[in-house]
């Protein structure tokens, strides 16, 4: 994977994925994944994180947020990395590296994009085979999205309903769902590379300026069509992609899944 992409600019939106140290399944059960969710929750009040999708698998997390300018998100991750890791080694008596040293962070058009790839974050655990329905996994951005909860709301929703163009929430509700069952009778499940491993996707105009707006950070990324979406991205260096399996394996239950990576 490579190294993160840590430029984020102001009012972009970004794809977030963070992987648990060499891959392990340390979010496996439902308390870890809580946990963090709370953080999420936190940097939310903390900083103004504007969390747009999100779920969390049981090694690897991905986040949708638009930046605001202000350092909120790496801010954000900071706060939800560290205290997450903490619990779990205190919990377990555990020393030792618990995320990847970075995440990588994927500037996302606000056109089409940002609707392939919000399904694409949603369809993670049905990927993965853990699930026939992200209704079905608790930690997800699509649960809150189609049942928002009268407590501890992550998402939000002005924001969406801005990005999207719509009059009101229950109108994006639907909407949404509609996208999500579209993708499901489509048999459109297959693993997308570009929303975990480009700089940016998007229009050919939206990845240019990505690049010109990066500076030194971006000239010696490559601007090219992108495989898995009808567009462009900004590339990284190549790497290889493997699934990977823990060393124990377990029933493919919501609660307690042990399951290729999905990303």
């Given at each position: 994977?490579?190294r993160a992409s840590r430029h984020?600019?102001?009012?972009?939106?970004?794809?977030?994925?963070?992987?648990?140290?060499?891959?392990?399944?340390?979010?496996?059960?439902?308390?870890?994944?809580?946990?963090?969710?709370?953080?999420?929750?936190?940097?939310?009040?903390?900083?103004?994180?504007?969390?747009?999708?999100?779920?969390?698998?049981?090694?690897?997390?991905?986040?949708?947020?638009?930046?605001?300018?202000?350092?909120?998100?790496?801010?954000?991750?900071?706060?939800?990395?560290?205290?997450?890791?903490?619990?779990?080694?205190?919990?377990?008596?555990?020393?030792?590296?618990?995320?990847?040293?970075?995440?990588h962070a994927t500037a996302v058009?606000?056109?089409?994009?940002?609707?392939?790839?919000?399904?694409?974050?949603?369809?993670?655990?049905?990927?993965?085979?853990?699930?026939?329905?992200?209704?079905?996994?608790?930690?997800?951005?699509?649960?809150?999205?189609?049942?928002?909860?009268?407590?501890?709301?992550?998402?939000?929703?002005?924001?969406?309903?801005?990005?999207?163009?719509?009059?009101?929430?229950?109108?994006?509700?639907?909407?949404?769902?509609?996208?999500?069952?579209?993708?499901?009778?489509?048999?459109?499940?297959?693993?997308?590379?570009?929303?975990?491993?480009?700089?940016?996707?998007?229009s050919e105009a939206f990845v240019?300026?990505?690049?010109?707006?990066?500076?030194?950070?971006?000239?010696?990324?490559?601007?090219?069509?992108?495989?898995?979406?009808?567009?462009?991205?900004?590339?990284?260096?190549?790497?290889?992609?493997?699934?990977?399996?823990?060393?124990?394996?377990?029933?493919?239950?919501?609660?307690?899944?042990?399951?290729?990576?999905?990303?």
């Amino acid at each position: 994977m490579p190294r993160a992409s840590r430029h984020f600019l102001p009012n972009h939106v970004w794809h977030i994925t963070h992987r648990c140290h060499e891959r392990a399944f340390l979010l496996k059960f439902a308390k870890d994944r809580q946990c963090w969710l709370r953080w999420l929750f936190e940097a939310k009040k903390r900083y103004g994180l504007c969390v747009l999708d999100y779920v969390v698998t049981s090694n690897h997390i991905h986040l949708l947020v638009r930046d605001r300018g202000e350092g909120e998100i790496a801010r954000s991750m900071q706060l939800i990395a560290g205290r997450t890791g903490q619990a779990y080694n205190q919990r377990k008596q555990r020393q030792g590296a618990y995320w990847e040293d970075r995440y990588h962070a994927t500037a996302v058009d606000t056109e089409r994009y940002l609707a392939q790839c919000l399904v694409y974050i949603d369809l993670n655990m049905v990927r993965a085979g853990v699930v026939r329905h992200p209704r079905e996994w608790a930690a997800s951005g699509y649960r809150e999205i189609q049942a928002l909860p009268d407590r501890y709301r992550i998402i939000d929703r002005l924001a969406l309903i801005e990005l999207f163009g719509v009059a009101k929430w229950s109108e994006l509700q639907q909407t949404h769902a509609q996208w999500v069952e579209a993708a499901l009778a489509g048999g459109a499940l297959g693993r997308e590379s570009c929303w975990s491993e480009a700089v940016a996707v998007g229009s050919e105009a939206f990845v240019a300026s990505v690049k010109t707006a990066l500076g030194l950070a971006g000239r010696h990324r490559v601007a090219s069509p992108a495989d898995d979406v009808d567009g462009f991205l900004l590339r990284e260096a190549a790497v290889s992609y493997s699934p990977h399996f823990g060393h124990e394996m377990g029933a493919l239950s919501p609660d307690n899944a042990i399951f290729w990576e999905q990303t």
